[in-house]
């Protein structure tokens, strides 16, 4: 696929789904699709610390992978698609979990305002990672509960997203776990 059309991705544009080049979408805050990955390992969730280049929300916390789909691609086919271009991570199969959404500012006149599909997947025993350094710092397992409370001591260390997640959908996406 081309660089060209890898920059669109679905946005609502006066009521109508189109392809619109990923910066104009946050640049002008535009609702769009988005996908949410939380990898979990029992009670303990998988978290990223995102590339020091990235646009928006460089060298903070996020849940596990956190993309845009393609124009006409399938959610659950960007998620596996991400975990791998992101992570390294194959063989998973991501189960769809909620449908949520939300705006954020993410700094630098950039905003997301994301209908999000939620997926999670249990890792298996000896999970495997590669991480892609144009995206993705480094990984850590922390508990759900470790996590809310680490969030709420240090939010500037968390995207805003991750933050909203735990804040006002947690027992959606982790459901006993909180």
């Known amino acids: 696929m081309s660089g060209e059309n890898q920059n669109m991705i679905p946005a609502w544009v006066d009521g109508t789904l189109v392809p619109v080049e990923k910066m104009h979408v946050h640049q002008e805050g535009l609702r769009h699709k988005a996908v949410s990955i939380f990898i979990m390992d029992r009670d303990k969730v998988l978290i990223q610390r995102r590339a020091l280049s990235k646009y928006h929300t460089p060298g903070l916390w996020a849940n596990t992978c956190c993309t845009h789909p393609l124009w006409n691609e399938v959610p659950l086919d960007c998620a596996v698609r991400r975990l791998h271009e992101e992570l390294g991570i194959t063989g998973l199969e991501p189960v769809f979990r909620d449908h949520l959404e939300y705006r954020a500012d993410v700094g630098n006149g950039l905003t ?57 959908h947690a027992d959606r996406i982790f459901g006993s776990l909180v």
Not at 117 to 124: G, I, Y
Not at 143 to 158: G, I, K, T
Request: no cysteine.
């Open 112 to 168: 997301e305002h994301e209908v999000v599909d939620v997926f999670m997947a249990e890792a298996p025993d000896g999970l495997q990672f590669a991480l892609n350094p144009d995206e993705v710092m480094e990984v850590r397992w922390i508990s759900v509960f470790d996590l809310q409370s680490e969030v709420e001591q240090h939010p500037e260390r968390f995207t805003a997203w991750l933050q909203i997640y735990l804040k006002d």
